[in-house]
């Protein structure tokens, strides 16, 4: 799948990839074209500004004007940046989530040229992150043919037929890399952590179902205990630390025998309501974009590559 997109109330994938495109690009030639006749009319008021206003156009025709006209503009250079957004995508034969993939295996790479090669995954797990070539471009033609079809005189025609769903299967790849490298490359942050017994646990069963009354009473003590140490959130906009101050942070706390230490969670920028809950919390991958972090100090860098 490339995007959903909600203007179609569709999902452009590898079958209706083609279909989108030829939409986009018939959208735009028809909005140019409509643009032009705008244009000239517009021309044409211009020149007769000065003339008594009984001869020229009323107020609700020149509203009227303006205002297609300014909604045509925008609308044609939205859609046009989405044509040439696609026509990027197909000619390198990447879709969005592919070319997000992408942005973060170049982050992955700067964070680990930063420390030494190597990224901390969970439990402690050291893994080396390398730079790996994106296996799904094949050549111009080839992408084109892959997003557009085999022939060429068809690209444009509005009832070319739909790919069958077999041909969404199995791809092409370039050879660049071994065949027992997947795409996309390992991220630290994506691999499942193991689940320890206790959190196996069915999360609706009552653990103080067979103890005494005092029992429960500590047993509620200590949970609510908990609770109140739980750190309070502001209903505002929390920043993201620079990537080597977390660092620090992190690691300076696992080297403590603090056990009450946990994870700092707050990622990208993170909107948070009064209940503390964030847009992770709805489902919101907050991990897929990061913010460029080049301009870590080269003191840091050096001290965290020692380390």
């Given at each position: 799948?490339?995007?959903?997109?909600?203007?179609?109330?569709?999902?452009?994938?590898?079958?209706?990839?083609?279909?989108?495109?030829?939409?986009?690009?018939?959208?735009?030639?028809?909005?140019?074209?409509?643009?032009?006749?705008?244009?000239?009319?517009?021309?044409?008021?211009?020149?007769?500004?000065?003339?008594?206003?009984?001869?020229?156009?009323?107020?609700?025709?020149?509203?009227?004007?303006?205002?297609?006209?300014?909604?045509?503009?925008?609308?044609?250079?939205?859609?046009?940046?989405?044509?040439?957004?696609?026509?990027?995508?197909?000619?390198?034969?990447?879709?969005?989530?592919e070319s997000w993939e992408i942005d973060r295996h170049?982050?992955?790479?700067?964070?680990?040229?930063?420390?030494?090669?190597?990224?901390?995954?969970?439990?402690?797990?050291?893994?080396?992150?390398?730079?790996?070539?994106?296996?799904?471009?094949?050549?111009?033609?080839?992408?084109?043919?892959?997003?557009?079809?085999?022939?060429?005189?068809?690209?444009?025609?509005?009832?070319?037929?739909?790919?069958?769903?077999?041909?969404?299967?199995?791809?092409?790849?370039?050879?660049?890399?071994?065949?027992?490298?997947?795409?996309?490359?390992?991220?630290?942050?994506?691999?499942?952590?193991?689940?320890?017994?206790?959190?196996?646990?069915?999360?609706?069963?009552?653990?103080?179902?067979?103890?005494?009354?005092?029992?429960?009473?500590?047993?509620?003590?200590?949970?609510?205990?908990?609770?109140?140490?739980?750190?309070?959130?502001?209903?505002?906009?929390?920043?993201?630390?620079?990537?080597?101050?977390?660092?620090?942070?992190?690691?300076?706390?696992?080297?403590?025998?603090?056990?009450?230490?946990?994870?700092?969670?707050?990622?990208?920028?993170?909107?948070?309501?009064?209940?503390?809950?964030n847009l992770g919390d709805f489902g919101v991958d907050?991990?897929?974009?990061?913010?460029?972090?080049?301009?870590?100090?080269?003191?840091?860098?050096?001290?965290?590559?020692?380390?």
């Open positions: 799948m490339d995007h959903h997109c909600p203007w179609t109330i569709n999902c452009v994938s590898h079958r209706t990839l083609a279909h989108f495109l030829r939409f986009l690009v018939y959208a735009v030639v028809s909005m140019c074209y409509l643009e032009a006749f705008l244009f000239e009319r517009v021309a044409f008021v211009w020149d007769q500004r000065k003339l008594p206003s009984y001869l020229g156009p009323s107020l609700s025709s020149l509203l009227s004007l303006f205002t297609l006209f300014a909604l045509n503009s925008f609308t044609l250079f939205a859609v046009g940046l989405t044509l040439l957004s696609s026509l990027w995508s197909v000619w390198n034969n990447v879709t969005t989530i170049k982050t992955l790479l700067r964070r680990a040229r930063a420390l030494g090669g190597y990224l901390e995954g969970p439990h402690g797990t050291r893994i080396r992150i390398r730079k790996q070539e994106f296996p799904y471009d094949v050549g111009i033609y080839s992408n084109l043919a892959q997003g557009l079809g085999s022939n060429p005189l068809t690209w444009l025609w509005p009832l070319a037929s739909t790919f069958p769903n077999e041909s969404g299967l199995d791809f092409e790849v370039n050879g660049f890399e071994d065949v027992s490298v997947t795409w996309p490359p390992p991220d630290p942050d994506r691999i499942p952590r193991k689940v320890s017994p206790e959190e196996r646990r069915d999360p609706m069963s009552f653990e103080d179902m067979n103890k005494s009354d005092a029992e429960r009473l500590e047993s509620f003590k200590a949970r609510q205990s908990a609770d109140l140490k739980r750190p309070t959130y502001s209903p505002y906009v929390h920043r993201r630390q620079p990537f080597h101050e977390r660092y620090s942070t992190q690691h300076e706390a696992r080297q403590s025998d603090d056990s009450s230490f946990h994870r700092n969670s707050k990622g990208e920028e993170a909107w948070r309501n009064m209940e503390g809950e907050l991990d897929v974009e990061f913010y460029d972090e080049d301009e870590v100090p080269l003191a840091s860098l050096l001290h965290h590559k020692r380390t």
